[in-house]
């Protein structure tokens, strides 16, 4: 310091009180100490002071980056779940998809029933055909036999 600022400065500290100047000496050599760090505590690589700022940038860039990949990421997703079906709209459909399902097995398991049905009439038919022809056979054996009786019996005399 300088003559001049030594008087200045003593000229105003003249009116203190002994206790607040020790309080304020005290303060702005614990300030200076804080302010004047040691040369060590200031020593950065040099790497840092030379890339530091642009080592940021990238850092920060890449956040950036990531971050709007994820919101483009999201935004898709809400566009796909626009095209998603309803959870009522697909339960509805696929109870009427299942009340007809059972209705085709009901109708299957009727269906197998008279298959059966018509199998059994078939075979009736055929045995009712075979029957039948048995009958003409006989019927036409009796004609014959008739025929052949009626040409053997004699004639009653007509008076």
């Known amino acids: 310091m300088s ?3 030594e008087k200045g400065l003593c000229a105003s500290v003249n009116g203190m009180h002994p206790e607040t100047l020790k309080l304020l000496v005290a303060a702005v050599v614990n300030e200076h100490k804080t302010i004047a760090p040691k040369s060590e505590e200031l020593h950065t690589p040099w790497w840092i002071k030379v890339f530091g700022s642009a080592l940021v940038v990238i850092i ?3 956040i950036g980056g990531a971050f709007q990949q994820c ?3 999201i935004n898709e ?5 626009e095209k998603f ?3 009522e709209e697909y339960n509805s459909r696929m109870s009427s998809q299942w009340a007809t399902i ?3 097995q009901t109708n299957q398991t009727k269906m197998a029933g008279l298959e059966e049905r018509v199998k059994t009439a078939e075979a009736q038919v055929k045995k009712l055909e075979s029957d039948l022809q048995t ?3 006989e019927a036409s054996k009796l004609r014959e036999r008739v025929t052949v009786l009626e040409k053997a019996k004699p004639t009653p005399p007509t008076d």
């Open 3 to 5: 003559d001049k600022d």
């Open 60 to 62: 920060f860039s890449v």
């Open 71 to 73: 919101f483009s990421n």
């Open 77 to 81: 997703l809400r566009s796909y779940q």
């Open 85 to 87: 079906v309803k959870l």
């Open 102 to 104: 059972k209705e085709v």
């Open 135 to 137: 009958a003409k056979d």
